[in-house]
């Protein structure tokens, strides 16, 4: 049996929708469903784009930036939690989560006093912005050209280690996401995924296993396997997580990534409850 941390409703908060994870997930094993939804769904984060606006003035990118997020969070706070926390009381195999973007300084204090008067199982910490540019939208692949790529990851390594340092999160999420088109830079970038992971082990902070990259362009896991052991070494604990925006996805690919991670040497994963990490049994 297998735990999910990491799935998406995308602001659907019915029975029906939620059945259909459930149904999809029981098929792949999975017994506990952690759903970690993102904050640009909901309104009380509207304001978020207009500080980063603020911050880097208005290009095409913090423009794309904040009518997509103003688009987009249209859901009350207060409902999602209240759903989750009744399927609770029902039975329901679920847990409640936030996936939280870290921004840029001032963007995220206003974020954190928000998050912190919900009672969360799991809070992760994830990058998709960097001065207000989505990077990873897939039919914004044009945003790239033109870029220094070796400075997009120095950037994006930069930010992922203030998210560390925040000591905000509990897990820190697609650890490598900044590599979903395969476009890597000429320079050695591993360096700065290894600084990273140094103040990962030195933080406690779990890493997740996420295998949504293997649905996306650059058809691997985060992180890499590469970096896996580096994360073993470091004794830094993993999660399990298919980033599930849809039913079909729930669990994707466990299977094969266990296999990985027993080639590895690990034997145990953890997760979260009420943001206190417990450990289970892989094998
Ligand atoms: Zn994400
Ligand atoms: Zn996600």
């Not at 994870?21 to 207009?50: A, D, N």
């Amino acid at each position: 049996m297998f735990i999910d941390s990491h799935i998406h409703l995308e602001g659907e908060y019915t029975r029906e929708w939620i059945d259909k994870f459930m149904e999809m997930g029981r098929k792949k094993e999975i017994e506990k469903f952690y759903i970690t939804e993102h904050i640009h769904l909901f309104r009380e984060f509207k304001e978020i784009p207009s500080i980063i606006v603020k911050k880097f003035g208005e290009n095409e990118d913090t423009l794309f930036m904040k009518n997509w997020w103003r688009k987009n969070s249209q859901k009350k706070l207060d409902s999602y939690v209240q759903f989750i926390e009744d399927l609770k009381k029902e039975g329901y195999p679920v847990k409640l989560g936030m996936e939280v973007d870290w921004l840029e300084e001032d963007s995220n204090n206003l974020i954190w006093e928000i998050i912190r008067k919900y009672p969360w199982d799991i809070l992760i910490g994830s990058v998709h912005w960097i001065k207000g540019w989505g990077f990873d939208h897939l039919d914004r692949f044009f945003t790239w050209k033109k870029r220094d790529v070796y400075k997009v990851y120095k950037d994006y390594f930069y930010l992922i280690k203030e998210a560390i340092r925040s000591k905000m999160f509990d897990v820190i999420g697609h650890f490598d996401v900044i590599k979903i088109f395969g476009v890597y830079p000429e320079k050695d970038w591993q360096s700065l995924a290894r600084e990273a992971i140094e103040l990962m082990s030195k933080t406690r902070i779990a890493l997740e296993v996420n295998t949504a990259g293997l649905r996306k362009p650059v058809r691997e896991i985060y992180p890499r396997e590469e970096f896996l052991n580096l994360f073993k070494d470091k004794k830094v604990p993993l999660t399990l997580s298919s980033d599930a925006h849809r039913p079909e996805d729930v669990g994707y690919k466990f299977n094969e990534v266990l296999k990985i991670l027993k080639e590895k040497g690990y034997k145990k994963l953890i997760t979260f409850c009420k943001r206190r990490y417990y450990t289970i049994n892989i094998f």
